[in-house]
């Protein structure tokens, strides 16, 4: 499996393009040589922002329109030979203040897309971006893929529906399916103007405003990180390697403290100050404890590991707003 010549004058459509996973993914793959569709529907509350994407504008075509918007989406989907599926609801506070909204956006939707994708594309190539959050509060660590399923928002429910149905269309048609099971994803062009998707863009906004992080808990919680790069990496192996199909995959990094991700954020911006606070009661509900992921089934399978350190991957990302801020507040 050679990345470097697989996407190659291969047309893509990538879901969510203008959000952050979503167009790093759509940078590398017109670095790659691909003809690259982007769809997104906008929404103001997801992390879309066309910024995201104003290097490449020329070399892509942009679709607005809903995943559930089955004529919309017949036209992106034909004539495609890999479709990374990025396009969804991922904040967990959203999706208990508007349980239904997250409902069609990360199941209907998903499952209205597959049909569309039975209908006039069987064999493409897709990879759906699933999320830890499926397992709740980890029973042990690190979490395989064989660990209990039992989360504790309404987000882990329909992201778990969601990735169940490729999974099915995989199983009893045959598509080419397999899922990525995301852990926090970090870097460049992540949503950071409010809490809504990830505490890390929100800790990087209070740093560049003079703000304080606030840490809830006593800051001992451990969480995995990936550089949003090693992410993309993952998806681009997922889509072309044969051991893929059906499967689904953790990724996963080492695990830091969000108390030590603190200092070490403030310590590479070269200021700043953090402090522990309580729990919101909407936020500690569905707090899932400690997680970090066994990403050792994408490595034997797709070799596949992080390459991005921690303390490379802050700098990174903070370098990065510093100089582009005025497009993310």
């Known amino acids: 499996m050679n990345i470097q010549t697989t996407y190659s004058g291969q047309n893509v459509l990538v879901t969510g393009g203008l959000g952050f996973i979503g167009s ?3 940078r ?17 509350d997801s992390g879309a922002n066309l910024f995201n994407v104003a290097e490449i504008r020329r070399e892509v075509r942009v679709i ?9 989406m017949k036209s992106a989907v034909e004539g495609q030979a890999y479709l990374f599926n990025l396009g969804g609801q991922m904040s967990h506070v959203g999706s208990m203040q508007d349980p239904f909204k997250d409902l069609n956006v990360n199941a209907v939707a998903q499952l209205r897309l597959l049909e569309v994708c039975r209908a006039v594309n069987p064999g493409v190539n897709i990879v759906f971006a699933g999320t830890r959050q499926v397992y709740g509060k980890p029973k042990y660590l690190p979490v395989d893929e064989n660990h209990l399923l039992s989360p504790l928002d309404n987000n882990g429910v329909s992201k778990r529906a969601g990735e169940m149905y490729h999974i099915v269309y995989n199983r009893v048609y045959g598509m080419s399916t397999c899922v990525l099971r995301m852990t926090n994803t970090y ?19 209070q740093l560049l405003e003079g703000g304080e992080i606030q840490i809830f808990g006593d800051g001992s919680q451990m969480r995995d990180l990936n550089y949003v790069d090693d992410v993309v990496d993952a998806l681009l192996r997922c889509a072309c390697h044969p051991a893929a199909r059906g499967k689904i995959y953790n990724l996963g990094g080492e695990p830091v403290s969000l108390l030590d991700l603190a200092r070490l954020m403030v310590e590479t911006f070269g200021g700043g100050k953090f402090a522990l606070v309580p729990f919101p009661e909407d936020r500690k509900r569905i707090d899932i404890g400690n997680y970090y992921g ?22 990174r990302l903070l370098d990065f707003y510093i100089e582009n801020k005025a497009h993310y507040f």
Do not use: H, Q
């Open 187 to 205: 870097g460049p062009r992540m949503r950071i103007k409010d809490d809504k998707l990830t505490f890390i863009g929100w800790w990087v906004r």
């Open 294 to 315: 066994d990403y050792s089934l994408a490595k034997d399978e797709l070799g596949w590991k992080p390459c991005v350190p921690l303390r490379e991957g802050i700098k």
């Open 28 to 44: 590398r793959l017109v670095e790659l040589g691909a003809n690259v569709t982007i769809v997104d529907n906008l929404d103001p």
């Open 24 to 26: 790093n993914l759509a």
């Open 64 to 72: 607005e329109a809903d995943l559930g918007d089955e004529a919309g």
